[in-house]
């Protein structure tokens, strides 16, 4: 059996109402992480996710690279979305239960990588339970003591864009990939996965519904897609 929890960065966009509607159809409550600039664009559309079942998390607010910037810039950056999160929850009517972080570009923070991850750890950010995870490096990283959620598989479908010349087949490659440079081999019996796929309306347009393309490719695999569970 393969199992995967479900992550979808860069919300909200245009395409995340089909997306939530195409997840809810399968069952699948994904965390959807989400960073202030957009919320403040597409408020809606984060209230939309959460009457659908669906978790946000915190992405920062504009989505820099922490380690370009300073350890306070990056705490106004942490909080300035908490901000937008509670106000979405409140006007969603749900109860905020977890407070998942993903750095953009999992970006760490360089330098402040320690006080960025004492920050998360003291301000009660919730890590996604990861005890299940056997892939040597996620120890070997230090992963397993990190806050911020990480993945173990990504689609990379964010790099189709014109003239990039990524495109779904080298998406189908990464996850037939039986060793994969970077990640664990999507496909490999027994492992358990934090996938990383994006919302993005750019890549909508190269590739209608891409995610229910990937999605549904990996439950026809048999991919198991779980609950997210938390620390
Ligand atoms: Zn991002």
Redesign the pocket.
């Known amino acids: 059996m393969i199992s995967a929890v479900l992550t979808i960065?860069?919300v909200p966009s245009k395409n995340t109402r089909p997306i939530v509607d195409y997840l809810e159809s399968r069952g699948i409550q994904a965390i959807l992480?989400a960073?202030g600039k957009r919320l403040e664009r597409l408020p809606e559309n984060g209230v939309y996710a959460l009457q659908h079942g669906m978790i946000l998390g915190n992405?920062s607010y504009a989505?820099p690279g922490f380690s370009k910037i300073s350890f306070e810039e990056g705490r106004r950056e942490i909080e300035k979305c908490e901000e937008l999160l509670d106000r979405v929850y409140r006007e969603a009517g749900v109860e905020r239960l977890f407070r998942p972080f993903r750095f953009?570009?999992g970006d760490k923070g360089g330098e402040n990588k320690s006080a960025l991850q004492k920050f998360l750890k003291e301000n009660r950010f919730n890590k996604v339970k990861d005890t299940q995870i056997a892939f040597p490096w996620w120890k070997e990283q230090e992963l397993d003591r990190d806050i911020d959620t990480f993945w173990t598989f990504d689609f990379a479908e964010y790099r189709i864009r014109p003239d990039s010349g990524f495109t779904m087949e080298d998406v189908w490659k990464r996850v037939y990939d039986p060793a994969p440079q970077s990640g664990g081999p999507m496909l490999k019996d027994g492992s358990n996965h934090i996938i990383l796929m994006?919302a993005h309306d750019e890549t909508e347009e190269m590739v209608p519904k891409y995610w229910q393309l990937m999605i549904d490719r990996l439950l026809e695999e048999g991919v198991q897609f779980v609950q997210p569970a938390f620390f």
């Open positions: 960065d860069d992480f960073y992405h989505h953009p570009y994006h």
